[in-house]
């Protein structure tokens, strides 16, 4: 499958989450995203600088990330995983070996839904090497 139907119908095609993309783990490149969903080089390498190898807890330089230009406040930072929160919307990113994964969820969407819906693709692509 290529990066871009992982986007389009794994992630997007769960209804779980509004937009999506996929970037090297170094941040240095996207490898697929949904239409529209603007995520600026600057944003994607503090993620990237944050996960690190992916083997520590990620390290943010505020209680905040952005991401699309729109602040998140970070409520969850764990090894391989970061969500943010901006009213009733939000944000999971997922680290894999090779990859960073981004999604956004609307309003009518449960955080909780966005985040399996991640993070088991997250944990697919771990296992086949990515």
Not at 48 to 53: L, W
Request: charged share 20%.
């Amino acid at each position: 499958m290529s990066w871009q139907a992982y986007v389009d119908s794994t992630l997007l095609g769960s209804g779980k989450v509004n937009a999506a993309a996929i970037f090297s783990a170094a941040g240095d490149s996207v490898w697929a995203t949904s239409a529209g969903f603007a995520v600026m080089p600057e944003e994607i390498k503090l993620l990237a600088t944050a996960f690190g190898d992916g083997s520590k807890v990620p390290e943010l330089p505020s209680p905040g990330f952005h991401i699309g230009g729109v602040k998140y406040i970070t409520i969850k930072c764990e090894e391989k995983k970061i969500y943010g929160k901006q009213g009733k919307t939000g944000i999971v990113c997922a680290r894999t070996t090779q990859a960073i994964l981004v999604a956004y969820y609307g309003e009518d969407i449960q955080p909780g839904q966005a985040a399996s819906t991640v993070e088991a693709l997250a944990e697919y692509l771990r296992g086949v090497g990515y």
